[in-house]
């Protein structure tokens, strides 16, 4: 029996893996990058029946355009009505005739991801732990999620979520990026606990300035240790009670394209701040320099 994958699943599992199911080309062993080979290239081209000009500098864990189209719709899973822009990463937005729920359902909330995101199991996030470090932590500490909820006290607060570059389609002169319209907002409620508390428990140095996330995804070119994005707060946005460290979304496990099974949230600033898949804060004393 013959198992077929679609090509978008099969790279975002691992883009360097299907690099070489495909092509045969393989990525250097240090650098992570892989250019094609001659007889690689004789490969894509046959499948795109066309010859690749430059194909020798084309990256590593990059699909051909005429191979990214595809005769099925692509859908998210758990998603109703959302409009695709980007597939990887995974960007959606939804039309603003679907935002009219007092509280935004999972199914309604916009996507917005920087790179790959990790497959979570139910096992996984029982092991999963969140660090607390940086230059003005006091004592860096760790947490089990079950910690996260048994040592704090948690709360529930419904916060709108908006994507920086919502409304982007009608700037003029136009601007580089997704194009989103007005469907990158939501205000679902979130469950966790306040940020405060857990940085307090770890204590904060005199000359800390900011609080950065680092987050489980990875990069789109699949090289090991390369963040896709890592943000942060100064710590007066930080320290506010409703900026959170949350599990859960209206009540349910934070779905997996929303950061299961732990993410931050800063409302009131763009969404690009809310780190999903969290794994480590740092408490840091300069402005954080991280990716994006």
Same mark, same amino acid.
């Given at each position: 029996?013959?198992?077929?994958?679609?090509?978008?699943?099969?790279?975002?599992?691992?883009?360097?893996?299907?690099?070489?199911?495909?092509?045969?080309?393989?990525?250097?062993?240090?650098?992570?990058?892989?250019?094609?080979?001659?007889?690689? =290239?004789?490969?894509?081209?046959?499948?795109?029946?066309?010859?690749?000009?430059?194909?020798?500098?084309?990256?590593?864990?990059?699909?051909?355009?005429?191979?990214?189209?595809?005769?099925?719709?692509?859908?998210?899973?758990?998603?109703?009505? +959302?409009?695709? +822009?980007?597939?990887?990463?995974?960007?959606?937005?939804?039309?603003?005739?679907?935002?009219?729920?007092?509280?935004?359902?999972?199914?309604?909330?916009?996507?917005?991801?920087?790179?790959?995101?990790?497959?979570?199991?139910?096992?996984?996030?029982?092991?999963?732990? +969140?660090?607390?470090?940086? *230059?003005?932590?006091?004592?860096?500490?760790?947490?089990?999620?079950?910690?996260?909820?048994?040592?704090?006290?948690?709360?529930?607060?419904?916060?709108?979520? *908006?994507?920086?570059?919502?409304?982007?389609? *009608?700037?003029?002169?136009?601007?580089?990026?997704?194009?989103?319209?007005?469907?990158?907002?939501?205000?679902? *409620?979130?469950?966790?606990?306040?940020?405060?508390?857990?940085?307090?428990?770890?204590?904060?140095?005199?000359?800390?300035?900011?609080?950065?996330?680092?987050?489980? &995804?990875?990069? =789109?070119?699949?090289?090991?240790?390369? =963040?896709?994005?890592?943000?942060?707060?100064?710590?007066?946005?930080?320290?506010?009670?409703?900026?959170?460290?949350?599990?859960?979304?209206?009540?349910?496990?934070?779905?997996?394209?929303?950061?299961?099974?732990?993410?931050?949230?800063?409302?009131?600033?763009?969404?690009?701040?809310?780190?999903?898949?969290?794994?480590?804060?740092?408490?840091?004393?300069?402005?954080? &320099?991280?990716?994006?």
């Amino acid at each position: 029996m013959s198992k077929k994958q679609g090509i978008h699943k099969l790279y975002a599992q691992d883009p360097l893996v299907a690099d070489k199911l495909l092509w045969g080309r393989e990525a250097n062993p240090i650098t992570r990058r892989g250019f094609l080979q001659h007889s690689s =290239l004789a490969a894509m081209g046959a499948a795109l029946g066309a010859a690749i000009p430059f194909a020798r500098f084309m990256p590593a864990g990059l699909i051909p355009a005429a191979l990214a189209q595809t005769e099925s719709t692509f859908q998210l899973q758990g998603k109703n009505g +959302l409009t695709i +822009l980007n597939d990887r990463p995974i960007n959606a937005e939804t039309p603003a005739h679907l935002l009219d729920d007092k509280i935004t359902p999972a199914s309604r909330l916009f996507v917005r991801n920087n790179g790959i995101p990790p497959v979570v199991d139910k096992a996984a996030a029982q092991q999963w732990t +969140l660090q607390i470090a940086g *230059e003005s932590c006091i004592e860096p500490k760790q947490y089990s999620i079950a910690e996260l909820q048994t040592r704090f006290k948690p709360q529930t607060l419904q916060l709108q979520i *908006e994507c920086g570059g919502n409304g982007r389609s *009608e700037f003029y002169p136009p601007a580089k990026g997704n194009q989103w319209t007005t469907g990158a907002v939501g205000c679902p *409620e979130w469950t966790g606990v306040k940020l405060t508390d857990v940085l307090a428990d770890c204590g904060i140095k005199d000359d800390a300035v900011y609080v950065a996330y680092e987050s489980a &995804d990875k990069h =789109l070119s699949g090289e090991p240790g390369k =963040l896709p994005i890592s943000r942060g707060v100064p710590m007066h946005k930080a320290l506010e009670p409703e900026s959170m460290i949350v599990w859960a979304m209206n009540g349910e496990p934070l779905p997996p394209l929303h950061g299961y099974p732990l993410r931050l949230i800063c409302a009131g600033w763009p969404a690009s701040v809310c780190g999903k898949w969290l794994t480590r804060l740092l408490i840091r004393n300069q402005v954080h &320099d991280g990716p994006k």
